[in-house]
C-alpha cells in the first residue's frame, strides 16, 4: 500500500525557513512527478511547486518564485521542500502528492496525497 508521510512542518517567526519531507516508500518513485500544496482554512487548496519525474524540471506558483525550493531523491524515495523567507500568507497545511508522469498545478488526477503537515508562520 502506497503511503506519501510528509514531516517538517512546525513554528517559525516571519523570515525563517522550514524544510518539508516526504518520503514515498512503496511507490514507484521514478514513474510519479511529485508535488506539494497548500490548504488554508476557509480556502481552496492551492498549488505550491512539483517536480519532474528525474527532478530535473521543477515548477512553482509565482507567489513562492525565489522563496521556495522543491527537490526530490530518488534513492531515498522522497521529495523535499525547502522554504525560505516565509511570511504569514505561508502558513497553511501542506500536502505532498504525486502523479503519474506530470503533476497538474489544477490537482487533476492526483493519485496519492498525503495526510499534510502544518505550517504556522508568526508575524
Known amino acids: 500500500q502506497v503511503q506519501l508521510v510528509e514531516s517538517g512542518g512546525g513554528m517559525v517567526q516571519a523570515g525563517g525557513s522550514l524544510r518539508l519531507s516526504c518520503a514515498a516508500p512503496?511507490?514507484?518513485?521514478?514513474?510519479?512527478?511529485m508535488g506539494w500544496f497548500r490548504h488554508a482554512p476557509g480556502k481552496d487548496r492551492k498549488f505550491v511547486a512539483a517536480i519532474s519525474l528525474t527532478g530535473s524540471i521543477p515548477y512553482y506558483t509565482d507567489s513562492v518564485k525565489g522563496r521556495i525550493t522543491i527537490s526530490r531523491d530518488i534513492a531515498k524515495n522522497t521529495v523535499y521542500l525547502h522554504m525560505n523567507m516565509l511570511n504569514p500568507e505561508d502558513t497553511p497545511v501542506y500536502y505532498c502528492?504525486?502523479?503519474?508522469?506530470?503533476?497538474?498545478?489544477?490537482?487533476?488526477?492526483?493519485?496519492?496525497w498525503g495526510t499534510g503537515t502544518l505550517v504556522t508562520v508568526s508575524a
Open positions: 502528492s504525486a502523479r503519474k508522469d506530470y503533476m497538474e498545478p489544477n490537482g487533476y488526477g492526483i493519485d496519492y
Open positions: 512503496g511507490l514507484a518513485f521514478a514513474t510519479y512527478a
